[in-house]
């Protein structure tokens, strides 16, 4: 082969590419090619350069890190971003995404996070704790240049799904040209879909219940590598019930010195604490607004009026109504409650977009949610409690709360989403007379500046007849508005402070009425002798360890551990059948059961749907957990009345009924008693002339009796027998009647005297129910 054939086949697509060149000999390919040779070196060597100055970036800065921020030294303070430590690569990373002045938890916490220390940091809402540990967590990576083949070099746990999109949408906005990969798990896709990208990921931002999930469940998950464990609103983390699954991830990841642990929260509570011991090695205490006049952010206006229980959806409402150019956010205590409220004012149409954020909205209407109510410039969002914690929605005029909060953390949390960085907000909070006190002192005693304000009752609207016109009308509205009486029922009583929230002080006959209930819902654990402390003390732990439990993968352990145990048992019985014993499972019914796909056609599918309401399996399931004198998981224990027990005559009854069910039920019961059946037989005679069974009857009966009350003609016997059987049937009824009503009041007085009886032992029973 010549140089000319060997060049022509190395350049040959070089110069189909470049219109520009002109090759005449071999003379001109072997100059083209080394043109190409010398630049291929320039790149290189150019690399190679940037390579050279990038160590030496990272070991001036590593110097500088350790002669500023040496143990003897104070930390020194920076103002922009450009100043601190870091990279070139990450300055610019910053300034692209428009941050470059630093806030003050940055200020402070940055800089330590960066020389790597653990931090233990406590700051306000809105003052910027995202970029304070995502710049050091993602600094530290570059640094040492992860790769996708290093495996996890980052992990940050969060309390809520939005709280994490929204760190997740920071580090997508920093990554930029550092290669670093990211993934958000927090269950929006299905598990396996996670399992297929969730190894090959540097740093991963999700919940603790999903992240556990996958140490637990994908096999190649490695976390060995891991250099930085980041904790968000971890006070928020241990409320919400994940101190177990917590504690687990921790036992997966690796000890300090190789693993650098930030905590962040706008409050730090003793259980906080009590994790930071546990996974922190001599933290550096960072607290922003120890020292501040208020302890909320200073450009929020916050107010606090009183109003009856019965009078509080016509005030949210009334609100509403007057604020529709606003951007509104309002808290309720429990799903319930928010699903109520937001189905009320969605049937009265106020004329301003509402939407509902809870616990109860699946996890992809709950991101639609989130980013639709974040570009609306007008909208009123109902949430609960998950919306309080770290979401940053911006221009939020006004948060109001509508039920009080369990505590004061909880109040800073709420009214932190407005007056974020230098934005205005207003903030009102409804209290009821016998919880303005106490809670008030709360908020004066813990630097929270708030004011008395009162109600316009002429501009009040009550939606009373609204309410009890939709319940009336609609049983799934009702249905809610059961579950939300009880829901705040419960959430009062399972409160610690008894100072702010005593139930037994509560109009629960008029808070009945305005959720457009004809009567009070009876509660079970709301007896004559009041509150039980160790009653409630106990459904609050047992509350607090449910609450956020993955439900799908306790039923899927348990369904593994059966069939087990099924196995176990074929074993043991000596059965030898291989296919026998791994297809044996304890879920024939279901895979028997036809699916609602398999009908052919959108409208078989519509005619074999079956009870299709939105409630009927919650109202079937409430109806047989009651009858069985069972606790309802979602109720924390039973909240509705026992049904009663058959009686005897019941079951006599029940028989009969089963007796006579091949009867054509569309006969009256009397005429079935008696023996008569429907006259629609017709003969004929010799003659050819229809004759009903029911005039040969009478015609008969006119023969046989000698009787006067018969007469000649067979138009007047008929009468007459018509008449004598009016009179027997009638006869009958009256006595029918007597006997009901006697055994009605029999029934009454043996149940009137065991209720009286067993009174006390019904309640003792009841609380023995809770404790289990």
């Known amino acids: 082969m010549t140089v000319g054939t060997h060049l022509r086949t190395q350049f040959e697509l070089l110069i ?55 143990m003897a030294e104070s930390t020194p303070e920076y103002s922009k971003f450009v100043d601190l430590p870091i990279t070139r690569r990450m300055v610019n990373n910053l300034t692209e995404a428009k ?3 630093l806030t003050k938890i940055q200020r402070l916490a940055a800089p330590i996070a960066i020389a790597g220390r653990d931090i233990l940091g406590a700051a306000k809402t809105g003052s910027g704790k ?20 290093d495996g996890l070099g980052g992990l940050v746990i969060s309390p809520t799904r939005e709280l994490s999109m929204q760190i997740f949408h920071v580090f997508t906005q920093l990554a930029g040209r550092d290669g670093l990969t990211g993934a958000l798990i927090t269950g929006g896709r299905t598990f396996k879909e996670e399992q297929s990208y969730i190894t090959r990921m540097n740093v991963i931002i999700g919940t603790p219940g ?28 241990l409320d919400m019930g994940f101190e177990d699954e917590l504690n687990s991830i921790l036992s997966y990841l690796p000890e300090h010195p190789q693993r650098q642990t930030l905590l962040f929260s706008a409050t730090q509570t003793k259980s906080v604490k009590q994790i930071a011991r546990l996974s922190m090695n001599d933290p550096e205490y960072v607290a922003v607004h120890e020292d501040a006049r208020f302890a909320t952010p200073e450009r929020l206006e916050q107010h606090y009026a009183v109003c009856c229980l019965s009078e509080k959806l016509n005030v949210v409402w009334s609100f509403v109504k007057s604020h529709l150019k606003s951007k509104t956010i309002i808290f309720f205590s429990s799903c319930k409650q928010a699903r109520f409220a937001f189905e009320a004012f ?17 996890q992809g209407r709950r991101m639609f949610i989130f980013n639709d109510f974040n570009v609306k410039k007008a909208a009123v969002l109902i949430a609960t409690d998950v919306a309080s914690r770290g979401l940053d929605f911006p221009h939020v005029d006004w948060v109001v709360q509508a039920d009080c909060p369990e505590d004061i953390d909880t109040y800073i949390h709420r009214v932190g989403r407005t007056a974020r960085f230098k934005d205005k907000g207003k903030a009102l909070l409804c209290l009821l007379p016998s919880e303005e006190s106490a809670m008030v002192d709360i908020l004066r005693k813990n630097k929270v500046p708030i004011k008395r304000t009162a109600f316009n009752k002429a501009r009040t609207t009550d939606i009373c007849k609204s309410l009890q016109a939709y319940a009336a009308s609609d049983p799934d509205f009702k249905f809610l508005a059961q579950k939300c009486f009880i829901a705040y029922v419960r959430s009062v009583y399972l409160q610690k402070n008894k100072d702010i929230f005593d139930v037994s002080v509560l109009p629960l006959k008029q808070f009945a009425a305005a959720l457009g209930l004809p009567g009070e819902p009876q509660i079970k654990f709301l007896g004559k002798s009041g509150q039980d402390p160790a009653a409630a003390d106990s459904l609050r732990l047992e509350a607090h360890k449910k ?5 799908k993968l306790e039923l899927l352990k348990q369904k593994i551990k059966k069939e087990k145990e099924r196995k176990r048992e074929l074993i043991a019985a000596g059965s030898t059948d291989l296919k026998e014993i791994e297809n044996s499972s304890d879920d024939d019914e279901e895979r028997q059961k036809p699916s609602r796909r398999s009908f052919k056609g959108k409208l078989d599918r519509m005619l074999a749907r079956q009870n299709d309401g939105v409630f009927d399996a919650k109202r079937s399931k409430l109806r047989k957990g009651a009858s069985d004198h069972k ?17 005897n005559d019941d079951e006599a009854a029940a028989d009969v009924s089963d007796a006579t069910s091949t009867v054509d039920k569309r006969i009256p019961k009397k005429i079935r008693i008696a023996g008569h059946g429907k006259n629609s037989k017709v003969r004929f005679d010799d003659d050819g002339n229809a004759v009903s069974l029911f005039e040969k009857l009478v015609a008969e009966k006119s023969v046989e009796s000698n009787s006067s009350t018969f007469g000649e003609s067979l138009e007047e016997n008929s009468m007459a027998y018509v008449k004598k059987i009016r009179d027997r049937l009638a006869d009958e009824s009256k006595a029918d009647k007597a006997s009901q009503r006697a055994r009605l009041q029999a029934v009454r007085v043996k ?22």
């Open 751 to 772: 149940r009137r005297g065991k209720q009286e009886e067993g009174l006390v032992q019904t309640a003792i029973v009841g609380n023995s129910e809770v404790d289990d």
């Open 346 to 362: 969605r049937r009265m149409r106020p004329g301003i977009p509402l939407m509902a954020l809870h616990g109860k909205v699946k």
């Open 547 to 551: 609450k956020n439990k993955n439900h």
């Open 210 to 237: 999903r992240i556990l999930q996958h140490l637990e469940q994908t096999p190649q998950f490695n976390t060995s590598e891991l250099q930085v464990l980041v904790l968000d609103e971890a006070d928020r983390i």
């Open 99 to 101: 941050f470059t002045t």
């Open 631 to 647: 606790m309802d998981d979602d109720d924390l224990g039973g909240v509705m009345v026992l049904k009663r027990k058959a009686s």
């Open 16 to 70: 189909l590419m470049s219109g520009t060149l002109v090759v005449s000999d071999d003379r001109d390919l072997a100059r083209l090619s080394k043109s190409h040779l010398l630049k291929k070196k320039q790149k290189r060597a150019k690399r190679q350069l940037s390579v050279k100055k990038e160590a030496e970036e990272i070991q001036l800065l590593e110097e500088r890190i350790k002669k500023e921020f040496s």
């Open 130 to 149: 995202t970029l304070a540990f995502l710049v050091p967590l993602m600094e530290k990576l570059s640094r040492q240049r992860w790769d996708e083949e």
